[in-house]
């Protein structure tokens, strides 16, 4: 028995550093890898979507051994299609942009950006990682349900998510998305938590609000947005329950099914829709927000040159945090509320792409007369401007109820959403993966590949989405599963061929770096502690950081993120820890000189406190 002693010794080690860490770096990684597998499962159901909507009448026998009995007679099965709309877009928006994002790159950069050694409760925040992986799992298992996973759509409108007998996705396959949904609301707010107590107590000494990283702004506001509004899908989802099980009548009034009327009396299905949209609407920011950060430093970054208007910036977070949660109804613009009330949704939607827009123009000020340099990261950050603008442009359509109703449930819809929240968030992660991958593995991902993937996934992404305005303003409904039934868009089937042929090279693109991420974990060149010449704490660290992050006393602050191309530095960056009286910064405000003449032992004596 003394012989095993070693053994069961390492194995409690390997548990504890790698399974149930409470270090923030090693559940960044495990937000990471988890990501990347359901980026991975929901491009694929993506792919298989493009292909029946691209090939209605094709022969897919070949899918049978993947999808077994929901390929019927080379056919795939029209409610198995609504399952695939569903959980790729729970998968996407939930699994993907929101715990991905948020989850991966607030643990990683949150206490390094602000020069604390972990989150104000690395407990809790191991716990929100297995409550989210509890919530995939349990998401997985109902893809194997001999009625197969949920099938009322990723929003789980009632009636067809409150009545198990409405379809067969409507049965086992809703519980369990319920139940999965209620372990990612809980992990959410728990992680939302701990991100806002830590920038709020244990930021470093000299680390004011006013020198917080725009990366770290984005992710606070995220988790305050995330605080705000998860708790009221939370409520959604424990009335949808109850009107499954209990018999109540919460979302459901005067149902019937094979002419016999349901004994529910009294409720609306409208109420679900407020409850839904008073978190999916805000969801859009909760998704984005995180990537207007990222792209905010990467740029600056890349550009050489101090990000324009910081204090705009951190502003326009604040308004779009507001303003977020006071434009649910314009989803809702069909379902019959006076138009008085339409209309004021619809100036709150138009007065949000203020603050929008003031980030546009602020990146593409810092972006002006720079000294650029076009690595793989800054290009997706290129991108991921692009997107929004383009995706934001077409919001103002949906924003106007005359419109909206025209083009609501369809493919203009699902156009324009992919591209301001689902490719713009998608392309902020992958930067942020590009940039900080040195940090979490200590070496450099194949620069040549990164181009490659770039190349293929922009140009793709604009091959899909925008030809799919065209086939939306003309009158084809979103979830449809064949294009075909309707003669009046026959005329369409070249432009679906090529945006399913657009989808899977750009899936292919993804191949491309998930290659790159793996080969250059073990093979890739190694970095040093700072290979972008950045200022912010992180790279002051070690080049892969161990438990703590800083082996002596914590760093102290003296400025102010964003110096970068100092006229008469020696350097054309300055880190956050150098003091000003070591460069020719006297000409400063006097704000942003506080704590130059920082007392090491009061620093010192912080960290031995924390």
């Not at 270090?23 to 792919?47: E, N, R």
């Not at 067969?168 to 938590?193: P, Q």
């Not at 770096?513 to 093979?523: G, K, V």
């Amino acid at each position: 028995m003394e012989g095993t002693t070693p053994e069961r010794n390492k194995l409690f080690r390997f548990i504890f550093t790698y399974v149930f860490s409470q270090d923030h770096k090693m559940i960044a990684k495990q937000y990471l890898f988890t990501a990347i597998f359901w980026a991975l499962l929901g491009s694929l159901f993506s792919v298989i979507m493009r292909i029946q909507l691209g090939f209605p009448d094709a022969d897919v026998s070949w899918l049978k051994p993947l999808l077994g009995r929901w390929i019927q007679d080379g056919r795939l099965d029209p409610e198995f299609y609504l399952s695939m709309v569903t959980i790729h877009g729970t998968i996407m928006i939930f699994f993907v942009l929101t715990a991905g994002l948020s989850g991966t790159f607030s643990n990683l950069l949150i206490p390094l950006q602000i020069g604390a050694r972990d989150m104000a409760s690395p407990f809790i925040n191991m716990l929100s990682y297995w409550l989210f992986f509890i919530s995939g799992f349990i998401m997985f298992c109902s893809l194997f349900l001999s009625t197969g996973p949920a099938a009322g759509g990723w929003t789980s409108y009632p009636p067809l998510s409150a009545l198990p007998e409405a379809l067969r996705g409507s049965g086992g396959g809703v519980t369990l998305w319920i139940i999965s949904m209620v372990f990612f609301i809980v992990s959410t707010l728990l992680g939302g938590l701990n991100y806002i107590t830590t920038v709020l107590n244990l930021r470093t000494h000299g680390m004011y609000m006013t020198r917080l990283p725009l990366t770290v702004w984005g992710l606070f506001f995220t988790a305050i947005l995330g605080l705000v509004s998860f708790p009221v899908l939370f409520s959604a989802m424990l009335l949808l329950i109850s009107d499954r099980t209990f018999g109540t009548s919460f979302f459901l009034s005067e149902i019937y099914i094979g002419g016999k009327p349901l004994h529910f009396s009294g409720g609306s299905p409208i109420l679900f829709e407020h409850l839904f949209w008073f978190l999916g609407h805000p969801e859009v920011y909760i998704a984005i927000m995180p990537a207007f950060g990222i792209t905010s430093e990467v740029i600056s970054i890349f550009s050489r040159k101090p990000i324009f208007g910081y204090s705009a910036m951190v502003v326009s977070f604040l308004i779009i945090t507001i303003l977020s949660a006071l434009v649910w109804a314009h989803h809702m613009f069909v379902s019959g509320m006076n138009p008085f009330l339409g209309s004021v949704f619809s100036l709150t939607s138009f007065i949000i792409a203020v603050p929008s827009s003031v980030k546009v123009f602020n990146w593409l000020a810092t972006l002006w007369r720079g000294s650029i340099e076009f690595t793989p990261a800054m290009l997706f950050a290129i991108g991921m401007v692009s997107f929004f603008i383009t995706g934001g442009l077409t919001g103002l359509f949906v924003a106007n109820p005359a419109i909206d109703i025209m083009v609501h449930d369809t493919h203009f819809v699902v156009a324009h959403f992919h591209l301001v929240m689902g490719s713009a968030a998608m392309f902020g992660f992958i930067c942020g993966v590009y940039h900080w991958y040195p940090k979490i593995f200590g070496r450099l991902l194949n620069s040549q590949l990164g181009y490659l993937h770039f190349w293929i996934t922009f140009a793709g992404i604009y091959l899909i989405f925008f030809p799919m305005h065209y086939v939306g303003m003309a009158g084809f409904p979103r979830r449809y599963y064949s294009f075909t039934i309707f003669e009046s868009f026959s005329k369409y089937y070249d432009l679906n061929i090529l945006i399913s042929v657009a989808a899977f090279a750009t899936f292919g693109g993804q191949l491309i770096f998930i290659y790159n991420f793996i080969h250059s974990m073990y093979r890739g060149r190694v970095a040093g502690e700072n290979p972008w010449r950045a200022n912010t704490l992180e790279w002051t660290t070690e080049p892969v950081p161990g438990h703590g992050n800083w082996k002596g006393p914590l760093p102290i602050v003296h400025r102010w993120p964003y110096d970068y191309s100092k006229p008469g530095a020696k350097e054309d960056y300055i880190s956050q820890t150098v003091p000003y009286s070591e460069t020719m910064d006297s000409n400063l405000p006097e704000d942003q000189k506080r704590g130059g003449k920082s007392n090491i032992i009061e620093g010192e004596k912080k960290d031995e406190d924390l």
